[in-house]
Nanobody
Framework: QVQLVESGGGLVQAGGSLRLSCAAS????????MGWYRQVPGRQRELVAT??????????NYADSVKGRFTISRDYAKRTVSLQMNSLKPEDTAVYYC??????????????WGQGTQVTVSS
């Protein structure tokens, strides 16, 4: 059983910073990709940032709305992914979900989601 556990959400004023972390646990052979998505009520879940192990190395991808403000990073030894969020805006308010594509014991890649953590940015 694989689990993703998030931490670090909370309430912050506009212009402030927060750091989200997500730890993967369980029977894991390898992790192909990890990322963060967010969702507000009544809207679809949207990509925030991803970090992927590709054939040419590690690549990151960001939503246009967070480029230059958010930074995604991984700690491969600890099986964690973090999202440093700076210059936060009220429109960043959402539930943030950790996402990971993980190869388990049966050598099959499966996508997992965390339980979500609330980020609220006050104006």
């Amino acid at each position: 059983q694989v689990q993703l556990v998030e931490s670090g959400g909370g309430l912050v004023q506009a212009g402030g910073s927060l750091r989200l972390s997500c730890a993967a646990s369980g029977i894991i052979s390898s992790i192909n990709a990890m990322g963060w998505y967010r969702q507000v009520p009544g809207r679809q879940r949207e990509l925030v940032a991803t970090i992927v192990n590709g054939v040419s190395g590690v690549s990151t991808n960001y939503a246009d709305s967070v480029k230059g403000r958010f930074t995604i990073s991984r700690d491969y030894a600890k099986r964690t992914v973090s999202l440093q969020m700076n210059s936060l805006k009220p429109e960043d308010t959402a539930v943030y979900y950790c996402n990971a594509n993980i190869v388990g014991l049966l050598r099959i890649a499966v996508t997992y989601w965390g339980q979500g953590t609330q980020v609220t940015v006050s104006s």
